[in-house]
């Protein structure tokens, strides 16, 4: 039979990762709260809805690793090979300018990432680039656009646009 009592400030820390909605930790802080009140695994279980065997793990969990052991673990199956791989390969590379590789792209871009490491001799696709770079705790973000240099300012835009007649080319707009 397991039965857990908890001090003050663990009991105060499950109640707060317990108002988090959007993941399992909830449902597993109330198991181990039901069992701080006393309750037996056969009751937690019938009134969560789940069985005594998952009840039990989770408790077991807490038990051993505290709020950690009740967080969700990495789903079963086997892992990502080329995403570990891409991984590897990419962290030392991030760090450094595209330009250091021959590339003459401002930044590294998810397509550019992909074709470096298909240099390196691994074929990966950019949903597993991203895959890893979001696994290696890097953000990736699209370059903005750049205003090309012929662009009107912000001035020349109130001002306005009209069409010149006769125009050089059909459908051309120009500045006056």
């Not at 390969?89 to 991030?94: D, K």
């Not at 370059?143 to 912000?154: E, G, L, N, Q």
């Not at 007649?165 to 059909?170: D, E, K, L, V």
């Amino acid at each position: 039979m397991i039965r857990i009592q908890l001090p003050f400030e663990q009991r105060q820390s499950l109640e707060q990762a317990r108002r988090i909605r959007s993941s399992n930790l909830s449902e597993r802080c109330l198991a181990v709260l039901l069992s701080d009140r006393g309750q037996s695994v056969p009751v937690i279980a019938e009134s969560i809805g789940r069985h005594e065997h998952t009840i039990r793990s989770w408790l077991k969990a807490y038990l051993s690793d505290g709020i950690e052991g009740l967080k969700n673990t990495s789903p079963p199956g086997r892992t990502n090979r080329k995403e570990h791989e891409a991984l590897i390969i990419l962290q030392p590379v991030l760090a450094t300018h595209p330009s250091d590789y021959g590339y003459l792209e401002a930044g590294w871009s998810t397509n550019l990432l992909v074709d470096y490491l298909h240099k390196q001799g691994l074929e990966a696709s950019e949903s597993t680039v991203k895959r890893a770079l979001k696994r290696g705790g890097w953000v990736y973000k699209r370059f903005a656009k750049t205003v090309p240099a012929h662009a009107p300012s912000s001035q020349e835009k109130k001002l306005g646009w009209t069409r010149l007649s006769p125009p050089s080319r059909p459908g051309k707009m120009h500045r006056t």
